[in-house]
């Protein structure tokens, strides 16, 4: 996966057609994240730059419930990959 705004956006997809608001906040995250499960929002730190922001989501989607009916096909494959690749070692888009 190429860390730039075009694979930013794929990513941001997968939680925009699971009805997920991604908002980019300033604030203490230790994580450089936080989810409001209940109102389906995610907040990520708006300091991270899009290398940081496509880490970010990788680390939190395999996290959130994702239902995978829902997702367009480019987006399944995506979310697959994700998925693969977080399972078989977390450092793996790092």
Partial sequence: MKFNEQSLRKLEAILSQCDYVIRYERGNFQSGWCLLEAKRVVVLN?????????????DLIPQININYDRLTIESQRLFDEVNKKVSK??????
Avoid: A, Q
């Fill in 46 to 58: 708006k300091f991270l730059d899009v290398e940081g922001r496509i880490n970010t989501l990788i």
């Fill in 89 to 94: 070692s977390p450092d793996s888009f790092t």
